[in-house]
């Protein structure tokens, strides 16, 4: 079992940056593939970025490629997310999940066995 709580999230104006991070529980945190989704209203929940295991690879999706970085701490047990150059579409609430594989299908939220319960992202223009 793994427990993921994400913080970080706020208010900034555009053009501003925040980093969110993930702690999460659990003694086999370092085998898990990691993710961040995102969820605006009145929209479904979207892929953003993921990290492997070891830290060795991450997946973007092309909207914040560029500008957000992921990264982890596998001996802090802490995922993170550094968001640059925000802009209003990125509003919403941004979740961190974790699977226990590793594999292509980091982008689907259906590939992930457990989620956070969401921090708010506000960006305002």
């Known amino acids: 079992q793994v427990q993921l709580v994400e913080s970080g999230g706020g208010l900034v104006q555009a053009g501003g940056s925040l980093r969110l991070s993930c702690a999460a529980s659990g003694r086999t945190f370092s085998t898990y593939t990691m993710g961040w989704f995102r969820q605006a209203p009145g929209k479904e929940r979207e892929f953003v970025a993921a990290?492997?295991?070891?830290?060795?690879?991450?997946y973007y999706a092309g909207s914040v490629k560029g500008r957000f970085t992921i990264s982890r701490d596998n001996a802090k047990n802490r995922v993170y997310l550094q968001m640059n150059s925000l802009k209003s579409a990125d509003t919403a609430v941004y979740y961190c999940?974790?699977?226990?594989?590793?594999?292509?299908?980091?982008?689907?939220?259906?590939?992930?066995?457990?989620w956070g319960q969401g921090t708010q992202v506000t960006v305002s223009s």
């Open positions: 999940a974790a699977a226990d594989r590793g594999g292509t299908y980091y982008y689907t939220d259906l590939w992930y066995d457990y």
């Open positions: 990290i492997s295991w070891s830290g060795g690879s991450t």
